[in-house]
Nanobody, 121 residues
Framework: VQLQASGGGLVQAGGSLRLSCAAS????????MGWFRQAPGKEREFVSV????????NYADSVKDRFTISRDNAKGTAFLQMNSLKPEDTAVYYC???????????????WGQGTLVTVSS
């Protein structure tokens, strides 16, 4: 599975962005999809995950009620809608695919290249 993340950019605090993760490959829709982020000088951290069916989702406390993860299996694409953005959301955002459902980076075998989100104050 190959993953291509897009949708990052510069936005003012309080604004919104929608990230996309296009998955290629015959079995792309068979994977749980996750989003992670890495801020400057910090380790990469979990943001959100969605199950294969889309029924189950999970969020980091820091983004809960502001971010929404979704997927379109027909198009092999996962999304991360980010609202009420804060300067501390500034990071490179990575999408990842896993045959399991969870929050740990260790279970995600496939990773996209990352897309930069910058939130100005």
């Amino acid at each position: 599975v190959q993953l291509q993340a897009s949708g990052g950019g510069l936005v003012q605090a309080g604004g919104s962005l929608r990230l996309s993760c296009a998955a290629s490959g015959r079995t792309a829709s068979s994977y749980s999809m996750g989003w992670f982020r890495q801020a400057p000088g910090k380790e990469r951290e979990f943001v959100s995950v969605i199950s294969v069916s889309g029924i189950n989702t999970n969020y980091a406390d820091s983004v809960k009620d502001r971010f929404t993860i979704s997927r379109d299996n027909a198009k092999g694409t996962a999304f991360l809608q980010m609202n009420s953005l804060k300067p501390e959301d500034t990071a490179v955002y990575y999408c990842a695919a896993s045959t399991n459902y969870g929050r740990s980076q260790a279970i995600f075998r496939y990773w996209g290249q990352g897309t930069l989100v910058t939130v100005s104050s």
